[in-house]
């Protein structure tokens, strides 16, 4: 999930205090959000105390993916960076199949499933943004990702149709 | 709106059921795998029971003549939209033109044999009696009572919504259940189970049973080793349900399923517990199965397993269906 | 209202099974089949629909099925309320109409009657004086939408079911299966012997009401023609 910062200051402990006495009724075993400048991950432990795990600053905390600059000699295309739209367990290939989706410089076409991102029973597809290449392959399959996570990228020949991410 | 353009006999419209109506004849057909036509519905937002397309026989061959949504559950049958690959148990877009082909079932892990096509709000059809499906003998629900054929035209009783994306992971990973290898299901013993040698108890439970090629939806004749009565059964007429284990005089049991007669008067050495026939509605022609013996207590606990499983899938998928928001 | 119950119902204890989860069955003591334990099931039924758990009380030959909404947890609540509802029930006398049915027997629509009268000894004039005779009660629906399964039948014309069933015998197809006889109400397989054909329409899925008969009905065959 993500929050939206205020631009007053805001007593931190007190709010993550505030926070973690709101988790403890509920069944969320994870929570993760994301401010400019700050990341703060709350997991539930093994013994059921929710834990702040990690604090720390994050030089770009946006939610919204900027497009690549456009060049003006088409040589070069920028890699497009595929993000997590939520937390989740990152799968490379589909469950009930062995192949991966797809692989370090496959083509892949506008809306074509990348991966998947399992969150207890449902899996969402993570479609390609744009038309172009798939290039480095950042996660591992199995992987807890975060959200706003890159998972992999795509390398595109036409920087300025690379749509805004959600 | 979709044109069926090639399309194998006995491929129906089926919902979760026509129920209420034994006592005219009529048994209550519906879909041979209830869990994967649910769950196809639920990933489109669907009331569960909403009336999708069964299919076992393939290929299949459809076109889109509007945009839609569709979701696909039960079989992965390769299926392809204007030649690209689909994830399967997900939910697609179509837009006006497209083709959807559904091949041959994957040879896979869980090695399913039907699929579900499900649309938006439902496959419009009338109500027949309460329900959707169709009644072959008689004539009547689904489309004008019968099969699919080449030129039908299915519409969604909702307008398609840009639906969020969606994938399930199907309830075999969830629920797996297997004996020895092989895909099993549990039972409950019949009235003739005790009417019946020890050996042929054995047999019913040691025992891997072939489903024939004589096996489609009104009931799977197995084949293995041969049950027998300690001594000759006559019987009356008597109500029978789907997964109901009948041995007809030459031993081989025949397991009735969704399209059976709702009576008979053949012996019934078992029943398979309703929440294990979604199990038995996908396993192939010519594979195996073995019966586990199971009691009122743990059959119902599995039924519950499989309500539970559902409503969370549903609730889980409206979650992401709300956070993107259908208009 | 005095009970009614044969010496032969009280030898034997009615015998309760389950059919899955699904639904329960519920046996009559046996053996045989008649009408006054038929109108025992039928007055069990009409209690056992009543049940929460009942979703429907389908009678069948001289035996009942419960088919659940929910399986209830406590079966053996469920049995004992059966039981005690077989020893303190009252036959339920049904009255239903009499619908006629007019048949040609013989012919194209009764393409076993040879095989009936080669089993039985009998002419086809006796077959058809013999199976037209009586009034036949509708014990319960099954087998197929409209499907009525009857009693009465004299027993001088039964004949065993066939070795092999014909695929696809017309709606309307008047056979003999055992010591029973029945009429098609759609086409579709039998291992029945057809001795004659009617026209009626049996089941109209249409109606509130969609089978033309219910236990309780009689039906009596006529004797339209009879094609030797």
Redesign the interface.
Same mark, same amino acid.
């Given at each position: 999930m993500s929050g939206s910062a205020t631009s007053r200051k805001v007593d931190l402990l007190a709010w993550m205090r505030a926070l973690e006495a709101s988790l403890r009724g509920t069944d969320i075993a994870l929570l993760q959000v994301q401010l400019p400048g700050l990341h703060l991950h709350l997991q539930r432990d093994t013994v059921g105390e929710t834990v702040a795990k990690a604090l720390q600053p994050q030089a770009t905390a946006t939610t919204a993916v900027q497009a690549p600059p456009a060049r003006s000699a088409p040589s070069q295309p920028e890699p497009y960076p595929v993000r997590a739209g939520s937390v989740g367990v990152l799968r490379l290939g +589909?469950? $009930? +199949?062995a192949q991966p989706l797809v692989h370090t410089g496959q083509a892949v %076409?506008l809306g *074509? %499933?990348l991966a #998947?991102l *399992?969150?207890?029973? =449902?899996? #969402?597809?993570i479609?390609a943004p744009c038309a172009g290449r798939v290039g480095r392959v950042l996660v591992q399959d199995g992987q807890l990702v975060g959200y706003g996570s890159v998972l992999l990228e795509i390398k595109t020949d036409r920087p300025q149709e690379a749509p805004d991410a959600d | 709106m979709i044109e069926v353009l090639r399309t194998g006999a006995l491929n129906t419209i089926q919902d979760l059921g026509r129920h209420g109506c034994l006592g005219w004849g009529v048994g209550t057909a519906g879909a041979m795998d209830d869990v994967a036509l649910a769950a196809g519905n639920a990933l489109l937002g669907n009331a569960l029971d909403a009336a999708a397309l069964e299919v076992q026989v393939f290929p299949l061959r459809l076109r889109f003549l509007a945009d839609s949504d569709f979701a696909l559950t039960g079989a &992965?049958a390769q299926a392809q939209l204007d030649g690209?690959p689909l994830?399967?148990w997900?939910t697609h877009s179509a837009r006006a033109g497209q083709t959807l082909v559904l091949g041959l079932p /994957?040879v &896979?892990? $869980?090695h399913r044999s039907r699929a579900y096509l499900c649309l938006p709000g439902g496959v419009d059809v009338p109500r027949v009696l309460n329900s959707r499906s169709t009644q072959m003998r008689g004539a009547f629900g689904g489309l004008d009572g019968r099969a699919l054929h080449a030129g039908d035209k299915l519409r969604p009783a909702q307008a398609a919504c840009g639906a969020t994306?969606?994938? $399930?992971?199907?309830p075999e990973? %969830?629920m797996p259940l297997r004996c020895e290898g092989s895909p099993a299901v549990r039972v409950l013993p019949a009235a003739e189970y005790a009417r019946y040698t020890p050996a042929s108890h054995d047999a019913l439970w040691q025992g891997e049973w072939r489903i024939t090629p004589q096996s489609d939806r009104y009931g799977y004749r197995l084949t293995g080793q041969a049950l027998q009565p300690l001594a000759p059964l006559e019987m009356r007429s008597h109500g029978i349900v789907p997964g109901v284990i009948q041995v007809p005089p030459d031993g081989q049991p025949i397991v009735q399923m969704r399209d059976a007669q709702p009576t008979g008067g053949y012996p019934k050495i078992g029943a398979v517990i309703e929440a294990d026939l979604w199990r038995l509605g996908q396993i192939p022609i010519g594979s195996c199965i073995r019966f586990i013996e199971t009691r009122w207590d743990e059959a119902l606990d599995a039924h519950a397993q499989v309500q539970d499983?559902l409503a &969370? =899938?549903a609730r /889980? $998928?409206q979650l992401?269906q709300g956070r993107r928001g259908c208009a | 209202m005095t009970q009614v119950r044969h010496a032969s119902m009280l030898d034997t204890a009615p015998v309760f099974s389950l059919l899955g989860t699904t639904a329960a069955l519920f046996e009559a003591p046996g053996p045989g089949m008649d009408l006054p334990r038929q109108q025992l099931i039928w007055a069990l039924a009409k209690r056992a629909r009543t049940w929460p758990e009942v979703q429907e009380a389908v009678p069948g030959m001289n035996n009942l099925m419960l088919a659940f909404k929910r399986p209830p947890r406590d079966i053996a609540g469920l049995r004992e309320r059966l039981q005690e509802a077989w020893t303190t029930t009252s036959p339920m006398t049904l009255e239903g109409r009499v619908v006629e049915l007019p048949v040609v027997y013989g012919g194209e629509g009764g393409p076993h009657m040879a095989d009936v009268m080669a089993h039985t000894g009998l002419g086809v004039d006796d077959v058809v004086a013999l199976h037209s005779a009586p009034l036949y009660p509708v014990y319960a629906l099954g087998s197929h939408p409209g499907y009525c399964y009857l009693g009465g039948m004299d027993s001088r014309i039964a004949t065993p079911r066939r070795q092999a069933p014909v695929l696809r015998i017309p709606g309307g197809s008047v056979s003999i299966g055992g010591f029973q006889t029945g009429v098609s109400a759609s086409p579709g397989p039998s291992g029945w012997n057809t001795i004659g054909s009617t026209q009626m329409c049996f089941f109209d899925p249409a109606q509130a009401v969609p089978a033309l008969l219910q236990p309780g009905d009689s039906i009596r065959f006529r004797v339209k023609k009879v094609i030797r």
């Open positions: +589909h469950p $009930l +199949h %076409a *074509q %499933a #998947l *399992q969150i207890g029973a =449902v899996m #969402l597809p479609l | &992965d690209l994830l399967p997900a /994957q &896979d892990a $869980l994306p969606l994938a $399930l992971l199907p990973l %969830a499983w &969370d =899938v /889980q $998928l992401q | -």
